[in-house]
């Protein structure tokens, strides 16, 4: 393809992608993720996903940082952090593409499960707390997308939307930091990161006028793309 229309194409999805950050608290990476690794290729593709992601959540947090919930947060951040580097080692060369179709398989079917109103208690316990920190650490190492599971934990956890907001946007901003200096740091291009800025101060209007119900089906859905594309961009 054309690089004028892979450029094109890139900041459309990091438009989009900021957007559902600002307003649902993730979904940059879900989003933004394939178009740029078309772009730049694997390894700078997921290293400029995960620095513009950790980028996207400055300026809503700055705007909801009292909303967020410390304790839970910094429960799913310490594993996913302990574990980042360790992974990054392992999947080192290595044919990464059974591991995420099967992580996707498991995000569908959390999703659907949620939507019709299943809960399951156990997701709310620090052992699963522990599981989703590391499952989340591999996908942002192998992907750059590192969101579903934790969209899952937060959706089963019955938070309100801003506390939802709030604290996926600080594990995020942390996480996504991390992985960028596990990785190596690829600034991104100016374009886009104007196109990153227009998203977020809109994204951010928008979140303001959304409805309980309709962030968590938001949350839900994002997480549920997440799953789709991992499975059909590993097959």
């Known amino acids: 393809m054309d690089p004028s229309m892979l450029l094109a194409i890139a900041l459309v999805a990091v438009f989009a992608g900021a957007v559902a950050q600002a307003v649902t608290g993730m979904g940059f990476s879900l989003v933004a993720a394939p178009a740029l690794i078309a772009m730049l290729g694997p390894r700078e593709g997921v290293a400029t996903v995960v620095l513009l ?9 700055s705007r909801g940082y009292r909303a967020v919930r410390v304790r839970d947060t910094a429960t799913l951040l310490l594993p996913t952090l302990a574990a980042t580097p360790i992974i990054a080692a392992l999947l080192s060369g290595a044919d990464t593409s ?3 179709v099967l992580a996707g398989l498991a995000v569908i079917a959390g999703v659907i499960a949620l939507a019709v109103g299943v809960r399951y208690r156990g997701l709310q316990t620090r052992r699963a707390a522990v599981g989703t920190g590391v499952a989340s650490a591999a996908l942002n190492v192998v992907g750059g997308v590192g969101g579903p599971p934790i969209g899952l934990f937060v959706a089963n956890s019955g938070w309100d939307p801003g506390e939802t907001r709030a604290s996926l946007q600080a594990f995020f901003l942390v996480q996504n930091t991390v992985t960028a200096v596990v990785l190596g740091f690829v600034l991104p291009s100016w374009q886009l990161v104007a196109a990153l800025a227009v998203g977020t101060l809109l994204g951010t209007w928008i979140a303001e006028m959304v409805p309980t119900a309709t962030a968590r089906i938001g949350v839900l859905g994002v997480s549920g793309v997440g799953g789709l594309a ?6």
């Open 53 to 61: 992601a950790a980028m996207s959540s400055l300026l809503p947090l």
């Open 98 to 100: 059974l591991v995420a």
């Open 230 to 235: 991992l499975v059909l961009g590993n097959v």
